[in-house]
């Protein structure tokens, strides 16, 4: 209990408050009597709340974001695709340089603003500056979800993207397909012309083909199954006939009568290593850029294949985005947005046959 005592003195009167905390006496003076008992009350509480509440009078613990980033790495980034590990763990190797020892509350939008226009100054382009962006906030995001609890407010969601330029959507006119498949024919890496027409035909992506084994080839259902794909989703893609023939040709030569009948063949890649046949191929992009200076297509890089089979599908008018983007394995439409453009005359021919059935009766 405390104990309230009035004093009358030079000054006027005054309200003296005593009070036993944990072995200790706690005094202080007021002017009022009203403010003696306030301040009474609330040391009271604090010693209540201290004996039964124990771990609410604990002050929280200051994470830095070094730390966040560690536990994000650990927890989340170690779960997405191995390029995005790579790029993302550059990237918060840099934030880990510069923010490391700052602590989450402390991490405001403004200091993230200055952090960009660090990377501005340097002369980065604006995708670049915006993989940094991407790679730092998700790791907030888990810190203000329950799962982490360090902090309460995203500061990324006042962050801004930079504004890229339109994104690429190269795409090749048939005789510079035909240059091209007959420069990788002649080109000494065996595996090059099957790659090619798979990535033309397919859309798929580099690493998406060189892992491809034959149990992902289903000749019965001319399809293909990407399992190991950016967005962990696999997808089935339908294979044209002549895909289908030279994938027997290549399964034919690869595996003959003769061949081990207890060999797993399914477990087996299309594009197999030289130097260990058990793992797949890497790399094929030197062969590529070999065949495509053949034929003056420098600027045709192995991912602009897959931009073409899907302006290839839009432009014949064959497909719409909507099927596109499962077609490519896009887990947003955003991402297939590059090519709307191309299905300008596509949906021209839609509304004119629509305009033409809906107007024909008052034409006669």
């Given amino acids: ?79 997405k695709a191995k390029k995005t590990q790579v790029n993302h763990g550059r990237c918060l190797t840099w934030w880990k340089g510069i923010l490391g020892d700052t602590t989450l509350t402390n991490v405001t939008p403004a200091l993230l603003e200055d952090c960009i226009q660090l990377l501005r100054n ?8 915006n993989m940094h962006i991407d790679a730092l906030s998700p790791a907030f995001t888990l810190a203000t979800s329950p799962r982490l609890a360090w902090a309460g407010v995203n500061p990324f969601t006042h962050v ?43 859309g798929g992506r580099k690493q998406e083909i060189l892992t491809l084994t034959w149990g992902q080839i ?48 399914a477990d087996m890649y299309l594009f197999p290593s030289e130097r260990d046949p058990d793992k797949p191929r890497r790399e094929i992009h030197i062969a590529f850029a070999n065949a495509r200076a053949r034929c003056n297509l420098e600027w045709f890089r192995p991912h602009d294949q897959r931009h073409h089979f899907a302006s290839s599908l839009l432009m014949d008018g064959q497909a719409d985005i909507l099927m596109v983007s499962r077609l490519l394995g896009h887990a947003d439409l955003k991402q297939t947005s590059r090519y709307t453009h191309l299905t300008t005359d596509y949906v021209a021919d839609h509304v004119q046959r629509m305009a033409d059935a809906m107007f024909r009766n008052k034409k006669e």
Wanted: hydrophobic share 35%; aromatic share 8%; charged share 30%.
């Fill in 218 to 265: 289903s000749f019965r259902n001319k399809s293909v199954t990407f399992r190991q794909t950016k967005g962990r989703r696999q997808r089935t893609v339908p294979l044209p006939d002549m895909i289908v023939l030279l994938l027997k040709k290549v399964y034919d030569e690869r595996f003959p009568e003769d061949y081990l009948a207890d060999v797993d063949r």
């Fill in 1 to 79: 209990m405390a104990t309230i005592t009035k004093y009358q003195g030079k000054r006027g009167i005054s309200w003296q408050v005593k009070i036993r905390r944990q072995g200790a006496w706690q005094s202080a003076s007021f002017k009022t009597r009203k403010e003696a008992e306030d301040w009474s009350r609330n040391i009271e509480n604090q010693i209540v709340r201290a004996k039964y509440y124990p771990d609410e009078t604990q002050k929280p613990t200051a994470h830095t974001t070094g730390e966040l980033i560690d536990v994000y790495m650990q927890r989340s980034l170690s779960l």
């Fill in 122 to 129: 340097k002369g980065f382009s604006a995708a670049y500056i």
């Fill in 160 to 202: 801004k993207r930079l504004q890229t330029p339109p994104e690429r959507a190269p795409m090749l006119t048939p005789i510079q397909v035909e240059q091209l498949l007959e420069c990788c024919d002649i080109s000494k890496s065996k595996h090059l012309p099957l790659y090619a027409r798979l990535s033309l035909a397919t």
